[in-house]
C-alpha cells in the first residue's frame, strides 16, 4: 500500500541555518504531495503542496519538489528562524480516495537562538 | 473565510464511557475527514463523510463511527471508550474540486 517515510528528528538548528527535511513516498498512480505543520497545540497547518512530477511547492520561504524518479518531496528552507519550531508532516493524498491523507511519522525541528 | 471549528477542545472520560465530537467544516467544503493523532501510532486516517455519505473508512474498529449532517457538519462517536482511545481527534474539511485538508485545533480526548 502507499506509504511515507520521513527522517527522524528532533532536528535541532541554529537561527538563520539552513534546513532539509527528507521524505519519501511509496505509492501507485501519481498522488497529490504535501508539507503539513503543527505548532504545539495546535491542528495541523497545510504548509505547500505538489500535484504532479517536477512540481515545485512554495509557501513562506520553505520549498519541495516533486520527483518522481527518486519519489521524494524533500522539505528545504534557506534561513530558519525560531517561529518555525513545530513539527512537520509529509504526506500524501491515497490516490484511491481523495478523502484519506496518509502521513509520515513527522519531523520534530528545533531552531535555536 | 472561518476555518474548521471543532467541539469541544478537551474531554476527560472514564472507561466504557462513550463520547462524541463535533465539526464544523469550512464554509461550502463538503467533505470531512477525521484522523486520530497518538504519539505512538501516528496520525491516522478514521473515516470521510461527503453529501451525508461515509465515502471511505480507515482500520478502526466499530467502536468508532461517524455521521454528516445536510449542512455538512459532521460528528464522530467512540463506544465503550478504552485508555488507548486517549489521542488528539482531527477533523479536515476539503473543497470539492481540490485535494488539500484544512484541519481544526483537534480535540484532545482524555480516557481515564
Known amino acids: 500500500g502507499n506509504s511515507v517515510t520521513q527522517m527522524e528528528g528532533p532536528v535541532t538548528l541554529s537561527e538563520e541555518a539552513f534546513l532539509t527535511i527528507n521524505c519519501t513516498y511509496t505509492a501507485t498512480g501519481y498522488p497529490s504531495l504535501f508539507w503539513y505543520v503543527q505548532y504545539p497545540g495546535e491542528g495541523l497547518q497545510l504548509l505547500l503542496k505538489?500535484?504532479?512530477?517536477?512540481d515545485k511547492g512554495s509557501n513562506k520561504g520553505f520549498e519541495a519538489t516533486y520527483r518522481k524518479e527518486t519519489t521524494s518531496f524533500h522539505l528545504e528552507k534557506g534561513s530558519v528562524q525560531v517561529s518555525d519550531s513545530a513539527v512537520y508532516f509529509c504526506?500524501?493524498?491515497?490516490?484511491?480516495?481523495?478523502?484519506?491523507?496518509?502521513f509520515g511519522q513527522g519531523t520534530t525541528l528545533q531552531v535555536k537562538p | 473565510k472561518a476555518g474548521v471549528t471543532q467541539t469541544p477542545r478537551y474531554l476527560i472520560k472514564t472507561r466504557g464511557q462513550q463520547v462524541t465530537l463535533s465539526c464544523s467544516p469550512i464554509?461550502?467544503?463538503?467533505?470531512v475527514s477525521w484522523y486520530q493523532q497518538t504519539p505512538g501510532q501516528g496520525l491516522q486516517f478514521l473515516f470521510e463523510y461527503f453529501s451525508e455519505t461515509q465515502r471511505n473508512k480507515g482500520n478502526f474498529p466499530g467502536r468508532f463511527s461517524g455521521r454528516q449532517f445536510s449542512n455538512s457538519r459532521s460528528e464522530m462517536n467512540v463506544s465503550t471508550l478504552e485508555l488507548g482511545d486517549s489521542a488528539l481527534y482531527l477533523c479536515?474539511?476539503?473543497?470539492?474540486?481540490?485535494?488539500?485538508?484544512?484541519f481544526g485545533p483537534g480535540t484532545r480526548l482524555t480516557v481515564t
Open positions: 464554509s461550502g467544503h463538503r467533505s
Open positions: 504526506a500524501l493524498i491515497d490516490s484511491s480516495n481523495t478523502g484519506k491523507l496518509i
Open positions: 479536515a474539511s476539503r473543497p470539492t474540486t481540490l485535494d488539500e485538508q484544512y
Open positions: 505538489a500535484t504532479k512530477a517536477d
